[in-house]
Nanobody, 126 residues
């Protein structure tokens, strides 16, 4: 069982930056592929970024590529999402997700993930 707790959300002006963090409980964090998803009001939850258990492979949604960076620190059981050049359309609740796996790859669909955090609100004003 893994518990995920997101932090770092807030209100920021367009063009600004935020850094989201996800702290994971448990001693097997390094065996989990991790992902960030987001859900805007009235829309379905969508994939934002993912990282393999080793940290060596990352993948981004086209809408955030070049602006967001996902990273992880297996020694600290954390995964982060650095968000730069934020746009109003980035406004959403951001969720951290985890999937136990021995495969070095990134997973991009919700059904791939086993554990989810409670979410953190990101609001970008124009």
């Amino acid at each position: 069982q893994v518990q995920l707790v997101e932090s770092g959300g807030g209100l920021v002006q367009a063009g600004g930056s935020l850094r989201l963090s996800c702290a994971a409980s448990g001693r097997t964090f390094s065996t989990y592929a991790m992902g960030w998803f987001r859900q805007a009001p009235g829309k379905e939850r969508e994939f934002v970024a993912g990282i393999s258990w080793s940290g060596g492979t990352t993948y981004y949604a086209d809408s955030v590529k070049g602006r967001f960076t996902i990273s992880r620190d297996n020694a600290k059981n954390t995964v982060c999402l650095q968000m730069n050049s934020l746009k109003p359309e980035d406004t959403a609740v951001y969720y951290c997700a985890a999937r136990p796996t021995a495969i070095v790859r990134v997973f991009t669909t919700q059904s791939d993930y086993t554990y989810w955090g409670q979410g953190t609100q990101v609001t970008v004003s124009s």
